[in-house]
């Protein structure tokens, strides 16, 4: 038998484990805004992560305290800059819950309308920033020239393009321009027709898939667990929406026309296949709204408040199925004109620490399509 020898060759450090941690942000083009991740590696394999938060707060439920009800309004629909009119509505259901109020039947119509197009230009921006995250620059400029053309509506409903401030305690602003629902329909006829452009230029594209499928799989568990809701939740198999669930303003008449779209592989591509449903749906759904405003008779689109508008004493809680998940407020009234206290539950908040979850075990590499998955906003996170 011929005898072997072993050499033993000094490899010095290498020899040694050691982990490394690494700041993703808050300064990073694909944080969506100043969030940070806080992640230790082992190579590029990440071993944990922790979302540290706060670089944006500006303490909205304080300064709802010193508002009155009509004054609130404004600081509501900041916090999702994407959402702004699903925003207001929260905080309008609430106050109007608390006095016991009926809202016109063409206000809850026209709410409902124009939240379903808030709820498009929402998904849009993600539509067009998910791929440009992962190196796809194309989508971004259909997704802003679709924006655009609501934006338009939008803007001449509201008089504003991001903040519309047109949701009152009792309804709405004023009513409709003259002419304005011809050129909105026109609109969403057209958005509808080039929405097509998403499915074949992104979901056919093998290199987003490969990007993405079976990347950053959400369990249902983990989904209950965190309170994830949404889009992500649903593309995770847990089939829930506030709008078929418990229907407000005018939904539960449009049952026919809501889909609940759900997926169950939990991954970054279920997850942009329920958005992207979801954006075709708002669009068939506004359609109907417009249909059925076309069918209403003239009439008033809010209540006479009186000068001072005082909730009485009390608490209740208003939630919504916002573009980007569960929107609630919790209001807890001393009879006042202002709020005792006003409670935010943000969408993103939630669904941001399923990071936690998501991240570890992943590579590096895969890190910026997870995050970027869960479609959230810094400021709903912040509050």
């Not at 003259?178 to 093998?206: C, K, P, Q, Y």
């Not at 939630?319 to 569960?326: A, Q, S």
């Amino acid at each position: 038998m011929t005898p072997t020898t072993e050499t033993m060759v000094g490899i010095g450090g290498a020899a040694e484990g050691t982990d490394m941690v690494l700041n993703i942000g808050p300064q990073h083009p694909s944080t969506h805004g100043v969030l940070r991740l806080k992640l230790v590696l082992d190579g590029e394999r990440i071993l944990s992560a922790e979302p540290v938060i706060g670089y944006m707060h500006r303490g909205a439920e304080k300064l709802f305290e010193a508002r009155d009800y009509r004054q609130i309004i404004v600081l509501a629909n900041r916090h999702d800059w994407l959402s702004a009119f699903s925003n207001e509505l929260g905080v309008v259901l609430a106050v109007e819950r608390m006095l016991g109020m009926e809202v016109p039947e063409r206000a809850v119509w026209l709410r409902t309308l124009l939240a379903e197009l808030n709820r498009v230009l929402n998904h849009l921006m993600f539509l067009g920033s998910y791929p440009l995250e992962l190196g796809g620059i194309t989508p971004i400029f259909y997704a802003f020239t679709e924006r655009e053309e609501l934006q338009h509506v939008m803007e001449e409903v509201s008089g504003g393009r991001m903040h519309y401030m047109f949701n009152r305690v009792g309804g709405l602003k004023e009513d409709l321009p003259a002419g304005w629902t011809t050129r909105a329909r026109g609109a969403v006829a057209g958005v509808r027709s080039r929405m097509d452009r998403f499915d074949d230029l992104v979901l056919g594209n093998e290199i987003f898939r490969g990007r993405t499928r079976g990347v950053g799989v959400l369990s249902p568990a983990a989904v209950h667990a965190y309170g994830v809701s949404g889009p992500i939740g649903r593309a995770s198999g847990v089939d829930f929406d506030l709008r078929r669930d418990e229907p407000y303003l005018a939904y539960g008449e449009l049952g026919d026309v809501l889909k609940v779209v759900t997926r169950e592989e939990g991954d970054c591509l279920a997850r942009f296949e329920c958005l992207l449903a979801q954006t075709h749906n708002a669009l068939d759904l506004a359609g109907a709204c417009l249909d059925r405003l076309a069918e209403l008779p003239p009439g008033p689109v809010n209540q006479r408040l009186p000068k001072v508008l005082k909730a009485p004493e009390g608490h209740t809680y208003a939630w919504t199925e916002n573009p980007l998940g569960i929107n609630g407020y919790y209001l807890v009234s001393k009879g006042e004109k202002t709020p005792y206290r006003l409670k935010l539950r943000s969408a993103s908040y939630n669904n941001i620490q399923a990071i936690t979850e998501l991240l570890p075990g992943t590579l590096v590499s895969d890190m910026v399509a997870i995050l970027g998955s869960l479609f959230f906003v810094v400021g709903d996170v912040d509050k």
